[in-house]
């Protein structure tokens, strides 16, 4: 790549950013040469191919609306830039794939798509714009959520249907909040929703909630016969609701100027262990004792083995992980 840059970009979602980019003088792209070279690409409303890479004069970026279609582009580029930071200096995985390398994102996909994607065959994420075209879906969590697709892929490779999928799902969110709470913009600091900031259903509610993911009238709260059966989106609320109760603890709390309020299956009380330590028990968990058809029971075990290495088999986050599984009825 050419020279290592740092651009200025004007974001939707997370206000003004810095961006990695490449290039000299007076002709610059959206290539993170800081970061494996990640690209960022634009559609420009087409569906295939890899679009047009991202390139600028001047090294200033979007205008933080969708006038311009280099702002979407900023928000994609700084999401995955976030993302790659916090598998770095969180888990110390250097890219997708731990080699380094970068992967590419593509925006404006489609007319009035509502959605994103990761996909494993081109290794690389792709963000329709929404409704109207003005609601791209290339927020923080969004675009970590996509990301870390590539990371489950490249590491436990957890089937994308059955038990197995809703974990897979599952990791995505909560790496997904993880990655929005790391990035601590000024415009979006951090909190247990899924896609709070696209207003998906054009109310102002988020895609999902962690803390009692059935408030999205479809999730699980816990484990049920069955549970395999459902649409992986709704499945993942079990791992989820473990992952709020596991990092903190069941009942109400107020985050961030988020109120939450998290019951247990079983009545039973949970005390968090933090969402540091839960995000190291479940990388490790991913990364070390997760398979492709790990299910529910077995991710109970493979996350107490996680917290054992980690911790202890005597330490309160061991018995963290056994508690919060047991208020999502897993046993
Ligand atoms: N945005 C969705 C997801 O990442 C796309 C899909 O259903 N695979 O889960
Ligand atoms: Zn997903
Ligand atoms: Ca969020």
């Not at 994103?116 to 290339?138: Q, R, V």
């Not at 816990?222 to 499945?235: E, I, M, P, Q």
């Not at 991710?299 to 054992?308: C, E, N, W």
Request: with cysteine; glycine share 14%; aromatic share 12%.
């Amino acid at each position: 790549y050419d020279a290592i840059r740092t651009g200025t970009g004007e974001s939707q979602y997370s206000g003004g950013v810095e961006i990695g980019t490449s290039g000299s003088g007076s002709s610059f792209s959206l290539t993170d040469a800081a970061r494996g070279g990640h690209s960022t690409y634009d559609l420009k409303h087409g569906t295939s191919g890899k679009g047009t890479l991202f390139t600028d004069a001047d090294d200033k970026w979007g205008d933080g609306t969708n006038n311009d279609a280099a702002t979407a582009g900023v928000d994609a580029a700084y999401g995955a830039q976030v993302t790659w930071d916090y598998y770095k200096s969180v888990h110390g995985r250097s890219g997708i794939n731990g080699d380094g390398k970068g992967a590419y994102s593509r925006v404006h996909y489609g007319n009035d798509y509502v959605n994103a994607f990761w996909d494993d065959s081109c290794f690389c994420m792709t963000y329709g714009d929404g409704e109207g075209n003005a609601k791209p879906l290339t927020s923080i969590d969004v675009a970590a959520h996509e990301m870390s697709h590539g990371v489950t892929s490249a590491t436990a490779n957890l089937v994308y249907s059955g038990e197995s999928g809703g974990l897979n799902e599952a990791t995505s969110d909560i790496f997904g909040t993880s990655v929005e709470f790391y990035a601590k913009n000024t415009k979006d600091v951090g909190d247990y929703l899924i896609g709070e900031q696209i207003d998906i259903n054009g109310d102002g509610s988020p895609l999902r909630y962690m803390d009692k993911p059935s408030k999205d009238g479809n999730s699980l709260d816990a484990w049920k016969t069955g549970a395999g059966n459902v649409d992986v989106h709704y499945s993942s609320g079990i791992a989820n609701h473990f992952f709020y109760l596991l990092s903190e603890g069941s009942g109400k709390k107020t985050i961030n100027g988020v109120d939450y309020d998290s019951p247990t299956s079983d009545g039973s009380t949970v005390t968090g262990i933090g969402r540091d330590k839960a995000e190291q028990i479940w990388f490790k968990a991913l990364t070390t004792y997760f398979t492709s058809n790990t299910d529910y029971a077995a991710a109970r075990t493979g996350t107490l083995s996680a917290a054992k290495d980690l911790y202890g088999a005597d330490s309160a986050e061991y018995k963290g992980v056994a508690a919060a599984w047991a208020g999502v009825n897993v046993s």
